[in-house]
């Protein structure tokens, strides 16, 4: 048995060598895919662009607008003097968000009142609009603590602050989006290197003719499955070795946990996303049919239900239940705890048993359905 697994894992290693298509999928593919959504990809807000329609025109007003500028959240482009022109640059992108300050904004404060200070922000995005609503409102409370301590250091009083909130962020203190995605980037990378490559292979003997010969050889299904499973686990290993030295070299990602729990959880979420392949590989007759599976069965799941970019508990309930069907889930799981909590395996062992589950499943499939086929 070792010696059939041994031959069928050689002739395996010396497809992929011989094969361009499969050593543009392992070196090019995962680097074009960290650099694209490295880069690109980003939820971060800044240079916020803001217009000033300015009806007070009062020393206090321009303070808060040059407060606004001199931060790297804001950019001022323009200034405002009718109310069309807010308008315009809200209808053509011109600014992100007016502000509009009411006449009479700096003898309103002075005299102890209430004075409304209005923001217009572009709402077609509602993610840039929260965030740009949030930015605003802090800039806002630091003018108000600042206008509030000139206040009482004119009139000899000392400030008093009830509660002095110190936030603190853990894991990602920077709060940094990039290092928020490269697990999940990492992931995607495995998952549809992994399966495409796995079901490839097994549906290309199919149509050069040579499955028959296999399935006529002493080479049992689950002996042939080992075989398949094991050169794939391998590069995928390296694949997943080389992503990691291209994201901490590019974006500075460094892993915080155990580099042993990160290696045993990657092979056991391989076995997994191979075991998937595998099975896809059992339903196709062509290349062409099994590409187009593996890339929805891989992709368009990890990339919206895996939590890789939308979190699964502002899912409705039925939508959290169907995450379920894809191991990045998992595993997106397994890689934060590890690379950015620098967590041990309390925090994430349901995930390493959904997995096991998750690939017995289909490797049981898979084996039946190359039985009965044989």
């Not at 996303?273 to 339903?283: R, V």
């Not at 368009?300 to 995450?323: A, D, K, N, R």
Request: glycine fraction near 6%.
């Amino acid at each position: 048995m070792i010696f059939r697994i041994y031959a069928m894992v050689k002739k395996e290693f010396r497809q992929i060598m011989r094969d361009a298509r499969t050593l543009y999928l392992i070196f090019i593919f995962p680097v074009f895919l960290l650099i694209l959504f490295g880069y690109a990809l980003s939820l971060d807000v800044k240079n916020v662009t803001i217009a000033v329609k300015n009806n007070d025109n009062s020393e206090e007003s321009r303070d808060f607008v040059e407060m606004l500028q001199s931060s790297s959240y804001f950019k001022v482009v323009g200034y405002i003097h009718t109310h069309a022109e807010v308008n315009k640059y809200l209808d053509e992108k011109l600014a992100q968000c007016v502000v509009v300050f009411p006449p009479g904004f700096a003898a309103d404060m002075q005299s102890g009142k209430n004075v409304q200070l209005q923001f217009l922000v572009d709402g077609v995005d509602g993610n840039t609009a929260t965030v740009i609503i949030n930015y605003v409102t802090s800039a806002t409370r630091f003018y108000n603590n600042k206008i509030t301590q000139e206040f009482l250091a004119r009139n000899g009083m000392k400030g008093f602050v009830p509660i002095d909130p110190q936030p603190l962020f853990w894991y990602n203190p920077d709060l940094n989006t990039t290092k928020f995605l490269i697990p999940g980037l990492l992931c995607m990378i495995l998952i549809t290197t992994a399966v495409i490559l796995t079901c490839l292979s097994i549906v290309r003997e199919k149509e050069l003719g040579s499955m028959e010969q296999l399935r006529v050889s002493p080479l049992g299904s689950f002996e042939m499955i080992i075989g398949k499973t094991i050169p794939y686990t391998v590069v995928a290993l390296f694949v997943a070795a080389f992503t990691l030295l291209i994201s901490n070299i590019a974006f500075g990602m460094e892993v915080r946990g155990s580099y042993i729990w990160l290696f045993v959880t990657t092979v056991i979420f391989l076995i997994a996303t191979l075991s998937l392949g595998i099975f896809i590989s059992t339903i196709s007759d062509s290349q062409q049919v099994a590409f187009q599976i593996a890339s929805v069965a891989t992709m368009l799941p990890t990339f919206i239900l895996s939590g890789f970019i939308f979190p699964i508990e502002s899912m409705p309930w039925p939508v959290q239940i169907l995450t379920n069907i894809t191991p990045a889930k998992f595993f997106i799981i397994i890689l934060r705890s590890i690379m950015l909590k620098g967590a041990g395996i309390e925090a994430f062992w349901k995930q390493i048993v959904s997995l096991l589950i998750f690939a017995a499943f289909f490797l049981g499939i898979s084996t039946l359905r190359m039985r009965k086929a044989k």
